[in-house]
Every structure is written in structure tokens, then in C-alpha cells.
């Protein structure tokens, strides 16, 4: 059957793809303004601000869209969204106050705090790139999936474009920052081995996660799409607040910032699960 003749193909149409890379291209410049951000001002931040803008984004963009369903319950919408916008704000009030040197070398100086603060926005809206994608393909893969196709090969539908356009972007502009900031050798020195082990081990777990995710959130009999997001975002902005205490990337700070950047964690994982209440 020739591509894109039938919502019922393996395959999908051939706009579909195209959607999904375009929306893969936006992720991969998310996530390398996102890796800058983390360099500069530490996982606790980086992961609470960027998913903080990331979720606001991924819940007001579809609704501008023809064809996505409107909240079911607007007041608890409303308020997810009043909450992930003041905690947001806090969290980057909170942080201006804390360690400004960055963890690694940068590629660009990023001196003012408003210049990295620009950046870590730009990866909080490229960042939803991925669920996007997912959230105007989800009829798409229920389509699918009512023609025979299993639960994994029409999540893969989005997963493998989305991919492709995250590494098109992705790569290149990532070789180039680790070359700028004198970071290729690594790969390459006396301790190569110990650091592409590493890089496997995190393309591993990251690909693990955004396959599970859509497989999870699309499937009978699996939590839905709403819940899965809101298990997703407590998971990586309370669980990358307690690395950046255990890791010590908050020595320095104040407890005052220390507990702001924690209640404010809080705060935003809160408004996500009002974000997608049913």
C-alpha cells in the first residue's frame, strides 16, 4: 500500500511524519538550550524552570488548535496554570539569588543572568516539541491501533520521526557546544572508554523513558495520556530537586533558596496534575 493512503497503514501518512519531524527538530533545539542551561545553573533549576515553561506550553498551544479537546474541568485549568506560572517566576527569583558559577566549562560566557534566563525560556517552549507531537498524533495512533496495529508499533509512529528530528538539530549543534566549550577530548583521552559508557547509558535511559511514556499514555488499560504527564513532570522536577541537594550543586545557597526552589517544585508538580485534572 503506497504511504499515506490509509490512517490504517503501519505507516501512517505521509504528513504525519512530517508533523512529527518538524515537531522533532523544535525538541532537539530544546534539549540542547536545555543541556546549556543545565551547565550553567544546575540540575534543580534547570529541570523545575524548563518543564515549568515546558508544561505551561504543552497545555495552552493544543488549545489554539482546531481539532484538540478543551479541558473538561476549566476552573482546575485555569488554576494549574495560575500555579505553574507563579511558581515558575519564583523559581527563577529564587535562583537569581544562588551559585552563579557555572558547573562546566560554556561555550558562550552566558555572564548576565537574564542572557541564560532567555535561554532556559527558548527550552521550556522547544522542550514540549515531544509531547506535542504526541498530543496531535494521539488519534493517529488510536486509529492505528483499531485497525490491528499493537500498542508499540503505533507509538513508535510518533517516536521515530520525533527521534530523526531531534538528532538532525540535535547532533550537530551538540558536537559544535562540546567543541567550544573543550569538551570533545573527553571522548577521546585517557578516560574515553568511562565517558561514552556514560553518554550510552543516558541516550539509553532518555530513548527508555519517551518510548514508555507513549506507550503507556496511549494504550487500554494504561493510566491516561493526563496521568501519565502528571507522573512524568513530579517525577523529574521533585526527583532532579533531591539530586541537586544530595549532589551539593546548591552549596552556597541559602536555606531560604534552598527551600523556595523545593516548595516551588511542589507548587509546579501541583499545577500540572490541575493542568490535566478529569
Request: proline residues 5%; positive net charge; hydrophobic residues 55%.
Amino acid at each position: 500500500m503506497a504511504l499515506g493512503t490509509d490512517v490504517g497503514d503501519a505507516r501512517g501518512p505521509r504528513s504525519h511524519w512530517i508533523a512529527a519531524y518538524g515537531w522533532g527538530l523544535i525538541w532537539g533545539l530544546g534539549g540542547v538550550a536545555w543541556g546549556l542551561t543545565m551547565t550553567r545553573l544546575g540540575m534543580a533549576f534547570s529541570n523545575s524552570f524548563v518543564f515549568g515553561v515546558t508544561t505551561m506550553t504543552g497545555a495552552l498551544l493544543p488549545l489554539a488548535v482546531n481539532g484538540v479537546e478543551s479541558p473538561p474541568r476549566p476552573a482546575l485549568f485555569a488554576a494549574g496554570v495560575a500555579l505553574c506560572v507563579l511558581t515558575t517566576v519564583l523559581i527563577g527569583f529564587l535562583r537569581r539569588h544562588g551559585r552563579q558559577e557555572p558547573l562546566l566549562p560554556m561555550p558562550a560566557p552566558f555572564r548576565s543572568y537574564r542572557a541564560i534566563l532567555a535561554v532556559a525560556l527558548f527550552a521550556g517552549f522547544s522542550s514540549a516539541g515531544y509531547g506535542l507531537a504526541f498530543t496531535f498524533s494521539f488519534a493517529q495512533i488510536r486509529a492505528m491501533m483499531a485497525g490491528g496495529i499493537s500498542q508499540l508499533s503505533a507509538s513508535l509512529v510518533v517516536v521515530l520521526p520525533v527521534y530523526l528530528g531531534a538528532a538532525t538539530v540535535g547532533i550537530p549543534l551538540g558536537v559544535l557546544v562540546a567543541a567550544r566549550a573543550h569538551g570533545l577530548r573527553l571522548f577521546l583521552g585517557r578516560h574515553a572508554m568511562w565517558n561514552w559508557s556514560l553518554a550510552a547509558v543516558i541516550g539509553l535511559c532518555a530513548t527508555a523513558s519517551t518510548v514508555l511514556y507513549g506507550f503507556a499514555g496511549s494504550g487500554a488499560g494504561h493510566p491516561s495520556p493526563n496521568v501519565s504527564f502528571g507522573v512524568l513532570i513530579s517525577v523529574l522536577v521533585l526527583g532532579s530537586n533531591s539530586l541537586g541537594l544530595s549532589t551539593g550543586e546548591l552549596r552556597g545557597s541559602s536555606l531560604r533558596v534552598c527551600a523556595g526552589l523545593l516548595f516551588s517544585a511542589g507548587g509546579l508538580v501541583a499545577g500540572a496534575w490541575l493542568l490535566n485534572a478529569r
